[in-house]
């Protein structure tokens, strides 16, 4: 049995960046050295003040520890890592292009004021899993010993947790439309029509040279 210290050096490199970002953005928070409303998404700052980091920092912050901050921290920490070891093996630019557009599109859409948020980590998060419950959809899926279900409707199931726990449907609902976003342009698109739209750019791939299982095909 490997060690923690040997177990968190095998995760792949960016949900380890990711989750270790989210992780301690919290511990900051509950040290008080951090306040999130200075790092939250406000857009008025972010134009006005030219506080750009906005745009970055609002998705490292999960909320306080909490079991829903334990669950969405233990979603990177299993089904990122399987779909970064998995589906996207020896393509780690193409796992950072998805996160990158999913960055993208959250930030769009949380500016309409129908999706307004201050904080996009547990939509990003919830775009993982998404992907994931589509590149794995006939997994088996046991939640808390008490349900069984397919790993298709995952994303859905924890839709209804957040209802059990009093959490707001919002986050995860707008991480299941950009996942499906994403989804729809660079895997069923290209299927059916032969035309990729969503092909990681060139720029990307410097970013990942030096990180292990990254297979460079430009």
Known sequence: MSSPAEYYNSLPPISKAYGTLCFFTTVLFHLH???PEFIGLYYPFVFK???????????????????????RLLMIARYGVQLEKGAFEKRTADFLWMMIFGA?????????????????????????????????????????????????????????LDVIFGSP?????????????????????PLATGKNYLKTPKWVYPFTRSWPNNSILV
């Open 33 to 35: 050295i951090l306040n």
């Open 49 to 71: 003040k030219f506080e750009i980091w906005r745009l970055f920092t609002n998705f490292f912050f999960l909320g306080p520890f909490s079991i829903n901050f334990g669950i």
């Open 169 to 189: 449907l919002l986050p995860g609902f707008m991480g299941i439309i950009v996942g499906h976003l994403y989804y729809f342009l660079a895997v069923l698109h």
């Open 104 to 160: 993208i599109s959250l930030l769009v859409l949380s500016a309409i004021p129908l999706f307004k948020l201050s904080f996009l980590g547990i939509p990003m998060v919830s775009m993982l899993l998404y992907v994931w419950s589509r590149e794995y959809p006939n997994s088996q899926i046991n939640m808390y010993g008490l349900v069984q279900l397919r790993s298709f409707y995952l994303p859905w199931a924890m839709l209804g």
